[in-house]
């Protein structure tokens, strides 16, 4: 017989400690849940009947900074591996094992480096007597608020598990709504940076070779205006292109420097949601965002006002954001969120109406993730309309683009006569 010490909490919350006299940790489990506790520790102790389980840490929270991204983004850990760790380590502690075998275990099969160096961290934390949420708030680039306090949360409620199964299923949908944002961006992009390619091309290597050709061909007659336009825009690429390639550069850094200004980003994001044709794609993106954050968070059991600043700093936009930290403060007052989302002009009349039902019947967290799903499908409509009509309207772009170089070029063989001479009246009158 061996002695196991465990952490455990009961139905409602509250945590209990003691120590267990079983053959193995598998009886150690099964004893703690006959008692009707949620096991969160349990350790075997060392020899001398020292036990395993340190004195609680006081544990250094890391300073956080306000973050428009995923957790894992700017780690070296993928979201989508994030998730996948978090929907692994939910099927491990529902299961009944330990948190810290279940980390054990994930860590050895991880293949990403970054996150089995992070998960021996995370269980070094923990066997020091720390909980989970504790060694997540020491990773801040890798956890943030969002996931860090539904942890917490899930660890004080003694439903873990579901939290975790909870963080998983937010972390992939956002990636799933965010590749299709990707996927409908990522077409224009390419047909430009192909049209830019096949442009470039063209001035500074075919058309002063036809240039020569054609004055050739002409015997120096004049070249028709088209041409010459062509031919002088063409002069100015091909003798400045280090200019231009330097200006292209200063620019792309000016933009990213001001991406890092209060202004520039607070400019920059009130572009995207008012601009013509993207700008109704990303309005959708934020309301799916802010009510699948802030109902997911509810549905763990944080309070709502910590729950509306975790959402104010995960919101990806810094206008929403504005409008979150409003709707924070009208809620601190004892308002309630309807109306702050209704007088803005961020969230449309249907989403506070449907939030206003959902605080008059108790059922919040359940209306928002309604709404949330609604607006997914309407993102997918919208990247799928998107897509359609963008596809013509970049092919003409770029036969127009190509198309007007070639007439240019062709111009002058209308006028072309065998005998070296020009015909200025064009070949009808021949």
Same mark, same amino acid.
């Given at each position: 017989m061996s002695n196991y010490s465990y952490v455990a909490v009961d139905p409602h919350g509250i945590e209990s400690r003691g120590t267990l006299d079983v053959s193995d940790q598998s009886e150690a489990l099964r004893r703690i849940k006959e008692m009707g506790l949620f096991p969160t520790k349990v350790l075997a102790a060392r020899p001398g009947g020292q036990r395993a389980v340190q004195p609680r840490?006081?544990?250094? +929270?890391?300073?956080?900074?306000?973050?428009?991204?995923?957790?894992?983004?700017? $780690?070296?850990?993928?979201?989508?591996?994030?998730?996948?760790?978090?929907?692994?380590?939910?099927?491990?502690?529902?299961?009944?094992?330990?948190?810290?075998?279940?980390?054990?275990?994930?860590?050895?099969?991880?293949? $990403?480096?970054?996150?089995?160096?992070? +998960?021996?961290?995370?269980?070094?934390? +923990?066997?020091?007597?720390?909980?989970?949420?504790?060694?997540?708030?020491?990773?801040?680039?890798?956890?943030?608020?969002?996931?860090?306090?539904?942890?917490?949360?899930?660890?004080? $409620?003694?439903?873990?598990?579901?939290?975790?199964?909870?963080?998983?299923?937010?972390?992939?949908?956002?990636?799933?709504?965010?590749?299709?944002?990707k996927a409908a961006m990522y077409y224009p992009s390419a047909v430009l940076c192909v049209a830019m390619a096949i442009l470039i091309l063209l001035m500074t290597y075919v058309v002063p070779r036809f240039r020569d050709v054609l004055e050739g061909l002409l015997g120096g007659g004049q070249l028709p205006f088209f041409t010459m336009f062509v031919v002088r825009i063409s002069e100015a690429v091909k003798h400045n292109i280090v200019l231009f390639a330097i200006v292209a550069a200063a620019l792309g850094m000016g933009f990213m420097l001001a991406l890092r200004t209060g202004w520039g980003r607070r400019t920059f994001d009130y572009l995207k949601l008012t601009m013509p044709v993207f700008g109704p794609l990303f309005r959708k993106v934020s309301i799916s965002r802010f009510t699948r954050t802030l109902g997911t968070l509810a549905n763990s059991g944080v309070p709502i006002l910590q729950a509306l600043t975790i959402v104010k700093e995960t919101a990806g936009n810094v206008v929403v954001g504005q409008v979150i930290a409003t709707v924070h403060q009208r809620v601190k007052e004892g308002d309630p969120i309807a109306p702050a989302l209704k007088a803005s002009t961020v969230f449309p009349a249907m989403v506070a109406g449907m939030v206003d039902v959902g605080e008059q019947t108790g059922v919040l967290p359940e209306m928002l993730m309604k709404i949330a799903d609604t607006y997914d499908d309407e993102v997918d409509n919208s990247v799928s309309a998107m897509t359609s009509l963008l596809e013509p309207i970049m092919i003409i772009f770029l036969a127009v683009i190509v198309g007007s170089i070639v007439i240019a070029l062709c111009l002058p063989l209308f006028n072309f006569n065998p005998d070296g001479s020009t015909n200025p009246k064009g070949p009808a009158d021949n």
């Open positions: 840490l006081q544990l250094p +929270i890391a300073p956080r900074t306000f973050n428009l991204s995923l957790p894992g983004w700017g $780690s070296g850990i993928s979201p989508r591996t994030l998730a996948v760790f978090t929907r692994q380590l939910a099927t491990l502690v529902e299961a009944g094992m330990p948190l810290l075998r279940g980390l054990k275990i994930l860590q050895e099969q991880a293949e $990403s480096r970054p996150l089995r160096r992070v +998960i021996g961290q995370l269980a070094v934390t +923990i066997e020091n007597g720390g909980s989970f949420a504790e060694a997540l708030a020491l990773h801040p680039r890798v956890f943030n608020r969002l996931y860090e306090y539904m942890v917490k949360a899930g660890e004080i $409620s003694g439903a873990l598990d579901l939290t975790l199964r909870r963080l998983a299923d937010f972390m992939e949908k956002a990636q799933k709504i965010k590749g299709k944002v």
